[in-house]
């Protein structure tokens, strides 16, 4: 017996060998086992509960913009939370409470309708409120995870919860600790007039299209930005902003990104990776930590 046949419970949300790579930002890679959009919270945890059992690999996919996907695929379970229990918003007051699947871009126009302002410099940022806080999203303004009240997280017992940054540091709680699961979480932001929220919206729409490749091209961001400054100004200043690897390169607008064209292999992208982090470290003393998760 197959160790997936335990999804046959649930024909219409799964996909069986299904193409990782048009859902990246990259499109390099192979397939997934698996790839399940389960409806409710209920049947998340059943199939995680059923995964654990069977020894199944998991893996969770949002907009696909950190991933770089081994050409071997991943041999187990790709879980995405499209399903509309996890796509939703609520505005309460200066609050906004969205579910782990919800767009950055959703979450600030939605917030933007509603005359609060705080979340301005995620235009144009590609994403999933679930994704951007478990990777550490960095936006011109800092962290978003400064906006955090709270975290609405499912355990490994299946108990959902909301867990409030006053009662557990913000970094505990979005390092989902214990196999945890991000569900949503809350903002707390600010009151202001239309016309400023937009006009800062359009300040940093202009600052993230100068900085970020351009939208046609197979780019994503390669590492975290240490404390008190950037990646992109360890690499220039490292002198390693104009390095190439095969048919991989860092972007000419960010050395921070890595752009492909068609023939790039998934060992190009790796190998300019390890070249920048060596130079970094060997010129600078500073290590540059990994923001691009390699599958």
Known sequence: MSSLSFLDKWPGSVQKQAPLAPLTSLRMGGPASALVTPDSIEVLYEMLTQAARNQ????????????????????????????????????????????TGVTLGHLLSTAARRQLGGLESLVGFPGTVGGALKNDLKVKTGPLSQYVSRVQLLDSHGKVAWHARDEIPIDQLLSTPDGAIILGAEFTLHHDQKESIIKRIRKHWIHTTTNQPLRHERFARLFRDPPGGTANQLIVKASVQLSKVGSASL???????????????????????????THVEERLGETLQPSLVIW
């Open 56 to 99: 199944v690999g998991v893996r969770f996919l949002g907009s696909g913009t950190n991933i770089l996907v081994q050409d071997t695929g991943f041999q187990g379970l790709v879980i995405q939370f499209t399903a509309p229990c996890f796509q939703t918003i609520e505005v309460e007051d200066n609050k906004v409470s969205a579910k």
């Open 251 to 277: 972007s000419e607008r960010d050395a921070n990104y890595v752009v492909v064209t068609g023939d790039a292999k998934v060992n190009d992208v790796l190998q300019l990776m390890e070249l920048v982090q």
